[in-house]
């Protein structure tokens, strides 16, 4: 079929699929980070988290995380959403606008936060699900195209119970972005 000869108004119109993911980058709303090393074992637990500062003003959209194990025994990584994380938190500086062709960077509202060696759990919020990670590899979960929803206020955290006498280690990545609340 030769479109050439199709009125005007009846042509395809040329449409661009972009996921999520993508279109939040494009907008400088996608950002990617790490924890810091955190520490743990011996009877104590650690965490990593997004935590949504109660005046960010912005509802964030979790896409990914990854848990690298760097030890020789399994980890037990439990996942939380809104819940009291116990221990004292590091705020990490590692982070990143998915975007790097806007100047100056977009800074995301979020914070990654972590802790080492706390003796509690977390307390209220919902414990949604459990994950094992083998010994020195990285478990990837991703592509939630932002199914959980985190309000100012509020975090989405991995919590790792201790695996024994053994002090280990792991680190946390995550991918999500950030859209405004407007009301």
Same mark, same amino acid.
């Given at each position: 079929?030769?479109?050439?000869?199709?009125?005007?108004?009846?042509?395809?119109?040329?449409?661009?699929?972009?996921?999520?993911?993508?279109?939040?980058?494009?907008?400088?709303?996608?950002?990617?980070?790490?924890?810091?090393?955190?520490?743990?074992?011996?009877?104590?637990?650690?965490?990593?988290?997004?935590?949504?500062?109660?005046?960010?003003?912005?509802?964030?959209?979790?896409?990914?995380?990854?848990?690298?194990?760097?030890?020789?025994? *399994?980890?037990?990584?439990?996942?939380? !959403?809104?819940?009291?994380? &116990? =221990? #004292?938190?590091? +705020?990490?500086?590692?982070? $990143?606008?998915?975007?790097?062709?806007?100047?100056?960077?977009?800074?995301?509202?979020?914070?990654?936060?972590?802790?080492?060696?706390?003796?509690?759990?977390?307390?209220?919020?919902?414990?949604?699900?459990?994950?094992?990670?083998?010994?020195?590899?990285?478990?990837?979960?991703?592509?939630?195209?932002?199914?959980?929803?985190? *309000?100012?206020?509020?975090?989405?955290? !991995?919590?790792?119970?201790? &695996? =024994? #006498?053994?002090? +280990?280690?792991?680190?946390? $990545?995550?991918?999500?972005?950030?859209?405004?609340?407007?009301?």
């Amino acid at each position: 079929m030769n479109l050439a000869f199709i009125k005007k108004e009846k042509q395809p119109k040329e449409v661009i699929v972009l996921s999520d993911a993508v279109y939040h980058s494009y907008l400088g709303e996608y950002f990617l980070g790490q924890t810091d090393m955190i520490t743990f074992g011996d009877s104590y637990n650690g965490w990593g988290a997004l935590i949504n500062p109660e005046d960010s003003n912005v509802n964030m959209f979790l896409n990914a995380y990854t848990i690298s194990n760097f030890a020789s025994t *399994p980890l037990t990584a439990e996942g939380w !959403l809104i819940s009291v994380l &116990p =221990g #004292k938190a590091k +705020v990490s500086g590692y982070f $990143a606008a998915g975007n790097q062709s806007i100047a100056p960077s977009p800074i995301p509202k979020v914070k990654i936060q972590n802790a080492s060696m706390v003796s509690k759990t977390p307390t209220g919020g919902t414990y949604t699900f459990v994950r094992r990670v083998e010994p020195n590899e990285t478990l990837t979960k991703h592509d939630f195209q932002g199914m959980y929803i985190i *309000p100012p206020g509020s975090s989405f955290a !991995l919590f790792f119970l201790s &695996p =024994g #006498k053994e002090q +280990v280690q792991t680190r946390v $990545a995550f991918g999500w972005w950030e859209e405004k609340i407007t009301v």
